[in-house]
């Protein structure tokens, strides 16, 4: 049977905040309906184009720590329908979230595409590898013309995942996606200029 996201994000005392609020029904028959334990084609798409995630983890002293982790776009790779993998690349060598997976595996990430006002979240088990554990799944996830020292891998088994609404997201935009959008004004301008060129050139006669 799937495991539907607010299974395992209502707990008690979510249900106790949801019907102090007056929400509780409409989170009451969530499971029947939205369980997502598997990634279809349409999850797998967004992840292939994001370059940045934010992970989230838990320290045997209960305190959570939320890290954002990226790279080039799709540094978080699909293995299978319920397996992600990415390569964990040298930072400022606190290992925060590598020391917190060792007292539990439980991760949760976020992913928001901003253009496009689209956020995806997913409860994960983490599995923490050396790079030479699992050659074939290294050599998958690393992006080799990436300048940064890979340390090693992450492995997330999903167990469950949602799409939240879009309210509230600011739509930001890459300089690549700026750059993009820019090019056909920077090649008008470009002709205009030369046409202006030639114009005076003309007039010169």
Known sequence: ????????????????AQAEMGADHL???????????????QEAE??????????????????????????PAGFLKVIDEQTLAFADYRGN??????????????????LVDYPR????????????LALGADPLLTERVLDKGYGAKPERIFKL?????????????????TEAQIATVAQPLRERIEQLER???????????
């Not at 046409?195 to 050139?201: E, I, T, Y």
């Open 93 to 110: 060598r606190q290992y925060i979230s590598t020391g917190n997976f060792k007292a539990s595996d439980r991760a949760c990430m976020i």
């Open 46 to 71: 967004f992840i292939a184009q994001q370059d940045t995630l934010y992970l989230a983890s838990v320290s045997e002293t209960g305190w959570p720590y939320v890290q954002h982790r990226g790279g």
């Open 157 to 173: 088994r999903l167990q469950a995942f949602d799409w939240n609404c879009p309210q509230h997201i600011t739509r930001r935009f």
């Open 1 to 16: 049977m799937a495991y539907g996201f607010m299974d395992v994000a209502r707990t008690p005392s979510v249900q106790a």
């Open 117 to 128: 006002r689209a956020r995806l979240k997913i409860y994960a088990h983490v599995e923490t």
């Open 27 to 41: 989170w009451a028959d969530f499971s029947g309906h939205r369980d997502f334990d598997r990634f279809s084609d």
């Open 195 to 205: 046409d202006n060129a030639a114009l005076r050139a003309k007039l010169h006669l």
